[in-house]
């Protein structure tokens, strides 16, 4: 998979480099970590580091920034970001596309961006917001011939076509998707979770539970409680053997909820957020 970043969706439109930061390189940061994670660098113009975020400040001023008692690890994590950013690879290096080619988007010539060179290439786009970019695909015309390209200015959205593409692990995608929602799955143990997952129908199932999960509230989860023909829904409920989760050393008591007939996750609630620790394919840890 080839990325290219796009420039035109850094045009000055801030007003002032705390809104681009908030806005908008806190999203940009999060789709670049992911891309990085998968071995995918995107490509970018020579000349990234000169464009624009606000009237007067350029892409460059975020490497002199600093915070009033130093650097801190927010700020160096975007700086690293933006340095990258103003270095190889340039997708110039191996020009594809005729700079003298007419390319249009929305009837504005777009010849020697990224654009003309994502449509040549077959490429995708990442794209800064806000920005007339915050589409999921780009339709370029070239010679009359119309190329819709994907675009992504959502970490989550690229995670699902990573993950749909099998360019992601299952358990890589649960980790990104559910982030700052009601489950986490920082604790689990993937040789006890995600490794034994084999079909993909089961990650299926898998998903759709957890997806629910994270759609109810918690009295509504817990009100699917209950034994043997009194449960329902997720059924979700405390372990009866809390002995066997030890080796954890949960804050909380362990409990688990059903994601299919055959299959449950085990994990404890923590305040607001319930951290998975183990699936059961198998009805092994069943009571």
Request: one cysteine or more; a negative charge.
């Amino acid at each position: 998979m080839e990325i290219l970043i796009n420039e035109l969706s850094l045009h000055g439109q801030f007003n002032n480099i705390e809104e681009f930061i908030n806005t908008s390189l806190n999203k940009f940061v999060k789709i670049y970590s992911l891309l990085e994670k998968q071995n995918i660098y995107p490509l970018k113009n020579y000349n990234f580091y000169n464009l624009n975020i606000t009237q007067n400040q350029t892409f460059n001023f975020l490497l002199t920034l600093k915070d009033i008692n130093g650097v801190s690890d927010e700020v160096r994590k975007f700086k690293m970001i933006a340095d990258k950013c103003i270095n190889e690879p340039y997708w110039e290096n191996n020009l594809k596309h005729n700079p003298n080619d007419i390319f249009t988007w929305k009837n504005e010539v777009v010849s020697n961006t990224s654009l003309a060179e994502a449509y040549i290439r077959d490429s995708s786009l990442v794209s800064f917001i806000p920005s007339p970019f915050d589409i999921n695909s780009i339709e370029i015309i070239n010679n009359d011939i119309s190329k819709n390209v994907l675009n992504f200015y959502d970490d989550l959205e690229l995670a699902k076509y990573l993950y749909n593409n099998n360019k992601m692990t299952f358990h890589q995608f649960c980790i990104v998707f559910f982030r700052d929602s009601k489950l986490c799955f920082d604790m689990v143990n993937q040789k006890e979770s995600f490794d034994l997952i084999i079909d993909k129908n089961d990650e299926i199932e898998f998903l759709n539970s957890f997806k629910l999960f994270t759609e109810m509230n918690w009295p509504d989860i817990l009100a699917q409680g209950g034994k043997g023909k009194n449960k329902t829904g997720l059924a979700f409920e405390q372990y009866h053997d809390q002995n066997y989760f030890k080796n954890y050393s949960p804050p909380n008591e362990i409990c688990k909820f059903r994601c299919s007939q055959k299959f449950r996750t085990y994990g404890y609630r923590k305040n607001e957020i319930f951290h998975v620790l183990v699936f059961d394919l198998t009805h092994k840890l069943s009571d």
